[in-house]
């Protein structure tokens, strides 16, 4: 059974950081190009990183170039991204997703974590 699972969300204070990991089961994560996108209360689904299965070159949106790391550990079958200088309007559930970096599709998805910046 072919899964992702997120995890690493939580309540931050802005400026601060938090590193989500993409964990996939039932299949190589390095197989295959890994995405993060976001979901805001009210917005679209918008693509955050996603990082290349070849050469593990990285594509990021404007709104976090600079301040959001993607890598992976193809030894945990694990995909991470780190958030530094995190904003309010970063808040939104992320979700990472097995596919073609960075335009799709994407085949597989995982259920999401919740990344809250509040003072």
């Known amino acids: 059974q072919v899964q992702l699972v997120e995890s690493g969300g939580g309540l931050v204070q802005p400026g601060g950081s938090l590193r989500l990991s993409c964990r996939g089961s039932g299949f190589a994560l390095d197989s295959y190009p890994i995405g993060w996108f976001r979901q805001a209360p009210g917005k679209e689904r918008e693509r955050v990183s996603c990082i290349s299965s070849i050469d593990s070159s990285a594509y990021y949106e404007d709104s976090v170039k600079g301040r959001f790391t993607i890598s992976r550990d193809n030894a945990k079958n694990t995909v991470y991204l780190q958030m530094n200088s995190l904003k309010p309007e970063d808040t939104a559930v992320y979700y990472c997703?097995?596919?073609?970096?960075?335009?799709?599709?994407?085949?597989?998805w995982g259920q999401g974590t919740q990344v809250t910046v509040s003072s």
């Open positions: 997703a097995a596919g073609a970096c960075p335009y799709g599709p994407y085949d597989y």
